[in-house]
């Protein structure tokens, strides 16, 4: 903001008794002992002798009295020349009209009474530095009228209660500040400068000694500037803004707005002539309204939002920051049609934002900046992430829609756990088509957690994972993840344990497992699609509580696979190519069978490069065909279920039995240098069904175990007797954990 009339440097302060020296010289002085001199009453010339009790016109030593007498009110004392005086007492309504010349006081010059001013205004070429010397007592009631950018200079002990208006510059000449229980009040279209000290390092007391101060900048176009060193205490008064108003502190150590203070925008605004707050850094923890219909505020210079914070934006109010912003905490309640827009770097540590509802063309939070988030931030309603981001703190964001990726592509840089709970990560449940970049160390995890847990999100975009190559570190969970988009293992080890989806229908997914010592490890239930496609050397992952399917025509590439926990290839019968296998003790394969021809009626797994290293258990699941019933092979039938180009090491824990309704079926494996086949050894009876046994086991007790085979296989249609179908009415579903819960305990033989 401008200083009035300041445009040149500014010449030195004379003093006040160089300013009396030239009094003196000019011959203006007029009494050498101190007196006391009234003003009769009516306007007229402070140089006419007629107008003063006794006869005569104060000077240096003495003091004027203006309004003490009851023929003294409401007209005005017009200085016809420059003139000094000892103090100055103006009262009921009367006014000192400096008319551009010097008026110096040696004492104080104290204004109380409604309407009671002093105007201070250059003259068209006055020479005169300062229109007004003097320590001001302001009372209330009382007038510092400053017009045409008049400067002004206010000795030691100087207070306001009553009003500083109108347009010009004033220096505070106290140590430790004018104490402000008034109002600083700019005209229309003016500007006001206060400056606290001669070179405007001294502290300030703009809200009083009781917090009433108030600085009004609610006249449109009007200007406020504080220029001080510090604050004696934060701001606890109130401030006004208006349309196209500016406030202006510059303040060398900063300036606070305390938990008292209220900072009302009144409207309305459009974005070009929005109300303006500039200068040194702001630390604010009072309340903020943006009172009207359109009312707009900017900061241009940073501001932290403390814990205590509130801020009200009414019907398409909009608060722009434009500068560095840090949010500690507060409250932040958007009207219909509002916006808080951060174009400035932000930093997030709290605060809970809310807008009229979740649709963006209601209201919207828009973070266009940088953002780095550093601990728990809400957002009711609709914001929008356009920024690239850091995490570089524990984390939680909750939201109902927080369009993650904006219009840009964001990138988020998570260094940290992370946590988003929220109904939707885009607009119309859209994808993700930004970049995660999950890396750091061992608590670098995006956890995103949708509110419908049968919902999942799609990633469209790129997400980079990083690892320690000595540890395993989860780095992604949450909600189910479809990856339509990038996904690449850049180092080490690293978990994926939410549910996820590799190439939805129609879509496409490239995953690159990095060097030949990484791994993914999935740790969820993940289902990989044909259209998948797959680089890099190091190897995918069924981690120990993991599930996936791999989809008929699914290829790794050069990706080993590695199963250590439960494993199929396609939904009914199919073909999956790997360049290595490892089915490692403990874990799980299953294998379907509902024809002869292998990879497409029965599962074929190819190991294309490497060998195939086999242990823990197979299991072997007859096809339902439909209306031709389960498929029946007969004694001696093989199956060939794997083959490899490296070779076949290991063997599997013990050979597999499969039911239908009408048989049990037992199997050879036979192990070959280079394949692996089923053979069917012989055909029994169906086991007789025993009521929550889901496990299927030969003897035992109905327990956790048929809980877990349930789960294994939920939804799957039963054969009647099958794992999984403890109620025997061929489907794995509610009805089943009901039979194991009533039946718990029970023996089966």
Request: aromatic share 8%; charged share 20%; glycine share 14%.
């Amino acid at each position: 903001m401008k200083s009035p009339d300041h445009g040149a440097p500014r010449p030195r302060y004379r003093s006040v008794r160089a300013a009396s020296i030239l009094l003196a010289a000019a011959g203006l002085a007029t009494s050498a002992s101190a007196g006391t001199y009234s003003w009769i009453g009516g306007p007229g010339s402070w140089q006419d002798p007629n107008k003063w009790i006794p006869f005569g016109v104060p000077d240096t030593n003495d003091t004027a009295l203006i309004g003490n007498l009851q023929t003294a009110a409401f007209s005005t004392v017009l200085l016809t020349g420059p003139k000094a005086y000892d103090a100055l007492y103006i009262s009921d309504g009367m006014t000192v009209d400096c008319n551009g010349f010097e008026l110096v006081s040696f004492g104080i010059a104290s204004i109380t009474g409604a309407g009671s001013r002093i105007i201070a205004r250059p003259a068209p070429g006055a020479i005169n530095e300062e229109h007004f010397q003097g320590e001001l007592a302001i009372g209330p009631g009382g007038i510092l009228d400053l017009r045409d950018g008049a400067p002004v200079k206010s000795h030691n002990d100087c207070f306001n209660s009553g009003e500083i208006i109108g347009c010009g510059y004033l220096e505070v000449g106290n140590v430790h500040g004018m104490p402000n229980n008034g109002v600083i009040r700019p005209s229309e279209g003016d500007d006001i400068v206060i400056q606290h000290g001669t070179i405007g390092n001294q502290m300030a007391d703009l809200d009083g000694t009781g917090g009433n101060g108030t600085l009004d900048v609610s006249a449109e176009y009007s200007g406020l500037e504080v220029i001080a060193g510090s604050f004696i205490d934060p701001f606890d008064g109130t401030i006004l803004l208006g349309r196209g108003s500016e406030l202006t502190m510059n303040v060398a150590g900063g300036w606070q707005c305390g938990t008292g203070c209220a900072l009302n925008v009144l409207g309305p605004g459009m974005p070009s002539n929005g109300a303006k707050i500039d200068g040194t850094p702001l630390d604010f923890d009072g309340l903020m309204t943006l009172d009207d219909q359109d009312a707009r505020l900017r900061f241009l210079m940073p501001v932290t939002f403390g814990a205590n914070t509130g801020v009200d934006i009414a019907v398409q109010g909009e608060l722009e920051l434009d500068s560095e912003s840090t949010f500690l905490g507060g409250q932040y309640i958007i009207g219909q049609f509002g916006k808080i827009q951060i174009d400035g770097p932000v930093l997030f540590e709290g605060g809970e934002f809310s807008t009229y509802s979740d649709a963006p063309n209601q209201g919207i939070v828009r973070i266009n900046g940088p953002a780095v988030y550093d601990g728990t931030v809400a957002f009711n309603g609709f914001a929008r992430q356009n920024g690239d981001v850091q995490v570089t703190g524990p984390t939680i964001i909750n939201a109902d829609v927080f369009d993650l990726d904006g219009a840009f592509q964001t990138v988020w840089e998570i260094g940290s756990s992370l946590t988003i709970n929220a109904d939707s990560i885009d607009t119309l449940d859209g994808p993700f088509d930004g970049t995660f970049d999950i890396a750091g160390g061992v608590f670098s995890k995006l956890t995103l957690n949708l509110s419908d847990p049968q919902d999942a999100w799609r990633m469209d975009g790129q997400m980079d994972l990083f690892g320690l190559t000595h540890l395993i570190e989860t780095r992604v969970a949450g909600s189910r993840m479809i990856m339509n988009g990038d996904l690449n293992v850049l180092d080490g080890r690293v978990r994926i344990s939410a549910d996820a989806e590799f190439a939805a229908h129609n879509g496409a997914a490239n995953v690159d497992l990095g060097p030949s010592d990484s791994e993914l490890i999935m740790d969820g239930f993940t289902r990989v699609r044909a259209a998948a496609m797959f680089s890099g050397l190091g190897s995918l992952v069924v981690g120990p509580s993991g599930h996936m399917v791999l989809e008929a025509g699914t290829t790794t590439g050069l990706s080993a696979l590695a199963n250590k926990g439960r494993l199929e290839v396609g939904s009914d019968s199919g073909s999956a190519s790997v360049d290595e296998f490892t089915n490692e003790p403990g874990a799980t394969w299953r294998v379907s069978v509902g024809g002869y021809t292998q990879g497409d009626e029965h599962d074929l797994l190819i190991v294309s490069g490497g060998g195939a290293a086999l242990g823990g258990t197979l299991e072997v699941k007859i096809d339902n065909l439909g209306e031709a019933g389960f498929f029946a092979p007969k004694a001696n039938d093989e199956f060939t279920i794997l083959t490899a180009l490296g070779g076949v090491t290991g063997t599997f824990l013990e050979e597999p039995v499969s039911f239908t309704p009408t048989a049990t079926y037992y199997w050879d494996i036979v192990y070959e240098p280079n394949a692996v086949l089923l053979r069917l050894d012989w055909i029994g009876r169906a086991p007789a069904c025993c009521p929550g046994n889901a496990t299927r086991d030969e003897a035992g007790t109905v327990d956790f175990g048929d809980i877990t085979s349930i789960l294994m296989h939920w939804l799957e249609p039963g054969d009647g007797t099958g794992v999984g179908d403890a109620n025997c009415d061929g489907i794995v579903d509610f009805e089943d954990i009901t039979a194991v819960l009533q039946h718990w305990g029970d023996a089966c033989p």
